[in-house]
Nanobody
Framework: QVQLVESGGGLVQAGGSLRLSCAASGIIFSINSMGWYRQAPGKQRELVAGIGSGDSTNYADSVKGRFTISRDNAKNTVYLQMNSLKPEDTAVYYC????????????????WGQGTQVTVSS
């Protein structure tokens, strides 16, 4: 089983920055996609940013130009650098990683982190 451990959330003033990290552990043969999602109270979980195996990235319109997703394949870790934070960025942030535990398609995994709270005060 592949487990994800997130870190880096917290309380920050509007205009500030935070960096989230998400490290995968367990038997991992390859990683396909990595992404960050968020869920605010009373709202559905939404994709914030994603990065593919070829380092292609995609972002929600609301965070373009402010957030940057990156990955360290050697450490099985994905990062989310969040700059110019706004109160509407307040949410629980979850990472998600997909890949294979062994070189067989039947061993694919789709794991989620436990979530980390990001609170932006005005």
């Amino acid at each position: 089983q592949v487990q994800l451990v997130e870190s880096g959330g917290g309380l920050v003033q509007a205009g500030g920055s935070l960096r989230l990290s998400c490290a995968a552990s367990g038997i991992i043969f390859s990683i396909n996609s990595m992404g960050w999602y968020r869920q605010a109270p009373g709202k559905q979980r939404e994709l914030v940013a994603g990065i593919g195996s070829g380092d292609s990235t995609n972002y929600a319109d609301s965070v373009k130009g402010r957030f940057t997703i990156s990955r360290d394949n050697a450490k099985n870790t994905v990062y989310l650098q969040m700059n110019s934070l706004k109160p509407e960025d307040t949410a629980v942030y979850y990472c998600r990683i997909t890949g294979r535990r062994l070189p067989y398609s039947s061993t694919s995994f789709d794991s989620w982190g436990q979530g980390t709270q990001v609170t932006v005060s005005s």
